[in-house]
C-alpha cells in the first residue's frame, strides 16, 4: 500500500466523499479517512433519513385525504418502526453506493481517525487498532459538523438532537421541537403530519429566519392548519422530567408544555475536534470554523477546507461545490470562486420551500431598486390536479432605468414540490438572466413550473393566466 497520495482526504460526508470522487475521476491517487460511516451527516444523520421520515409524512398526508380522489382507504394507521425500517436500507443502499465507487476509483478507504501534522502528513489511528502515516500533496480537511446543544438540555431520555430522532421506531405523541430553523421545521412538519400535537419554541420574532416575508407567511399558516403551536420570540429555560418518560419544557415568562420528545434543534458546529492540526498554518476561528479564502485554502499550503468545517451555508450541495472547486484548484485549472449568495437552498418541510438569491426585503436593505412579481399556486392546473394549492412564486427583478423589470436577482418558491421546481430560477439567476429572457422560455403544460413561467410573463407586463 503507498503512503503518499496526490489528495489525502480527512472526512467521508458529502465535501470530502465529493472531493475524493471527483479527484479519482481526474485521474488523482487519493485517500479518504473516515472514523464513522461514508456518506457522513448528510446520508447517516440528515438530509437523507429525514427525507425519509417527511415522505411517510407525505404519504399519510395522501391516505388522509385519499376520499377526495374517490379512494375509501379507511383510517390510516402509522407503523413507524416500518418507516424507521425502510429509510435504513435507504441509507444502507447509498452509504454501500459510495463504498462501491470508491472501490471502482481505487479511492483508498481508511476506516479511522485522521489527524494533520506539518508538511501535509496525516497520521490514521485506525478503527481497528492499527495506524497508519500518509502524505498528501493536497489535503482536504472535510470532517463535517455536529448537533449545537443548550445548557440544561443534555441529550438522553426524551431529550434529543437530530441524530436521536432519526433513530426513533415510533411517533412521540407530544413534540417540543426547541428551534424554528429548516431542520427544526422539518420535523415540526413531520410529526404534525404523522399525528404528533407538535410546539414550535423559537426565540426570534419568527420561524425560518432569513426567508422572504412572503413565503414565512404561507408556512407559518399551513403549520397553523396542521395544528402546529408556534411561539415565537421566547427562550426556553430549562425542563423538569415527569418521571414517565416525558417532560416539562419551561420557556417564556413561567410557561411549560408537556411532551414526550423534545427535539434541540439550535443548529450545528463545526467538528475540528480530531483533526489535530499542531505545528500547522491551519487557523480555526473563536467559532471553530477553519478558516479559508475563496479557494478553500487553509493557512497552511496544500491544505483546504470545505464544507460544514467552513463558515459557508451548511449544505450538502455546496459541500459538493466546494469539493469541486478545491480539486480543479489543486489540479491548476484557474476556477472560479462559489458566489454563496446565489446558491440554492432548500427545505422540504409540508410545504416546501426553495429559493436561489435575495428576497425582496433583502435586495432593497442592500439598496437595490427592485420589480417584484408573484403567482400563487391556488390558480395552477397541476397544483389543483395533485391537491396541494398552498404557495407561491416569487421573482425579484433589477429595475431598469425605464422602470421596467430587467435582471432577475431572486426567485422564491413556497408550495408543492418547489424543492424540484427550482433548478430554472436558479439558472435565471446565476446566469445573470432577464426577466424578458427567461419569460420567452416554454414551460410543460399541464405543470408546477408554468407558475414559474407565468410569474416572469408577468412581470413583462403581459400574462396569460392572470
Ligand atoms: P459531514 O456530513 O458532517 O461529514 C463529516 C464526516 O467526517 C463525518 O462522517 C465524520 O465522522 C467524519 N470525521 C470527522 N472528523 C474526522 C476525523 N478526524 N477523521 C476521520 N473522519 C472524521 N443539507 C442539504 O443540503 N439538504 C438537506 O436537506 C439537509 N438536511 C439536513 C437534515 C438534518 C437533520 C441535518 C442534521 C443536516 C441536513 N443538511 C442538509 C446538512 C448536511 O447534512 C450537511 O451540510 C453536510 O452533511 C455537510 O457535509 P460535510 O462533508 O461537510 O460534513
Known amino acids: 500500500m ?28 487519493v485517500a479518504l479517512i473516515e472514523k464513522d460511516a461514508l456518506g457522513g451527516t448528510c446520508l447517516n444523520r440528515g438530509c437523507i433519513p429525514a427525507k425519509a421520515f417527511l415522505e411517510t ?3 399519510k398526508r395522501h391516505v388522509d385525504h385519499s376520499a377526495d380522489f374517490g379512494i375509501e382507504s379507511g383510517d390510516a394507521s402509522v407503523q413507524f418502526a416500518v418507516t424507521q425500517q425502510r429509510k435504513q436500507k435507504i441509507v444502507a443502499g447509498l452509504v454501500g453506493g459510495i463504498a462501491a465507487m470508491c472501490k471502482g476509483r481505487k479511492v483508498e478507504v481508511f476506516n479511522g481517525v485522521g ?27 472535510a470532517s463535517g459538523s455536529v448537533p449545537r446543544t443548550i445548557p440544561g438540555f443534555d441529550v438522553g431520555g426524551p431529550i434529543m438532537t437530530s441524530d436521536e430522532v432519526l433513530d426513533l421506531d415510533h411517533v ?14 422539518e420535523f415540526a412538519s413531520t410529526f404534525a403530519d404523522l399525528g404528533a400535537e407538535v410546539t414550535i419554541l423559537e426565540g426570534l420574532p419568527k420561524i425560518l429566519p432569513g426567508l422572504d416575508a412572503d413565503v414565512t407567511k404561507v408556512v407559518e399558516r399551513s403549520f397553523k392548519k396542521k395544528k402546529i403551536t408556534t411561539k415565537t420570540g421566547v427562550q426556553v429555560t430549562g425542563h423538569a422530567p415527569d418521571g414517565a418518560g416525558g417532560t416539562s419544557v419551561q420557556f417564556g415568562e413561567g410557561e411549560s408544555v408537556d411532551v414526550d420528545a423534545c427535539i434541540v434543534s439550535v443548529g450545528r458546529r463545526p467538528f475540528a475536534d480530531q483533526l489535530g492540526l499542531d505545528g500547522t498554518g491551519v487557523v480555526v476561528d473563536e467559532r471553530g470554523f477553519v478558516r479559508v479564502d475563496e479557494f478553500c485554502r487553509t493557512g497552511e499550503p496544500g491544505v483546504y477546507a470545505v464544507g460544514d468545517l467552513i463558515d459557508t451555508p451548511q449544505l450538502a450541495h455546496v459541500g459538493y461545490a466546494e469539493a469541486i472547486l478545491v480539486v480543479k484548484h489543486a489540479l491548476g485549472e484557474g476556477p472560479m470562486p462559489i458566489m454563496y449568495d446565489r446558491v440554492p437552498w432548500a427545505i422540504y418541510c409540508h410545504p416546501e420551500v426553495a429559493w436561489a438569491g435575495p428576497g425582496e426585503d433583502a435586495a432593497k436593505d442592500a439598496g437595490i431598486d427592485v420589480v417584484v412579481g408573484k403567482h400563487p399556486f391556488k390558480f395552477n392546473s397541476r397544483a389543483q390536479i395533485v391537491g396541494d394549492t398552498d404557495g407561491l412564486v416569487k421573482v425579484i427583478a433589477k429595475r431598469n432605468p425605464d422602470g421596467t423589470p430587467g435582471q432577475v436577482l431572486g426567485v422564491h418558491m413556497v408550495g408543492p414540490w418547489v424543492t424540484e421546481q427550482l433548478s430554472g430560477g436558479y439558472l435565471a439567476v446565476n446566469w445573470e438572466a432577464t426577466v424578458d429572457e427567461v419569460a420567452e422560455f416554454i414551460q410543460p403544460h399541464p405543470s408546477m413550473t408554468e407558475l414559474f413561467g407565468e410569474t416572469m410573463m408577468s412581470l413583462t407586463g403581459r400574462s396569460i393566466n392572470g
Open 2 to 29: 503507498s503512503d503518499s497520495f496526490d489528495l489525502v482526504v480527512i472526512g467521508g460526508g458529502p465535501g470530502g466523499y465529493a472531493a475524493a470522487l471527483y479527484a479519482a475521476s481526474a485521474g488523482m491517487q
Open 57 to 59: 409524512a407525505a404519504v
Open 115 to 141: 489527524s494533520l501534522g506539518p508538511d501535509r502528513t496525516v497520521s490514521v489511528a485506525m478503527n481497528d487498532g492499527g495506524s497508519a502515516t500518509i502524505t498528501g500533496t493536497n489535503v482536504i480537511l
Open 172 to 185: 412521540p405523541a407530544r413534540v417540543a421541537v426547541i428551534g424554528g430553523g429548516a431542520i427544526g421545521c
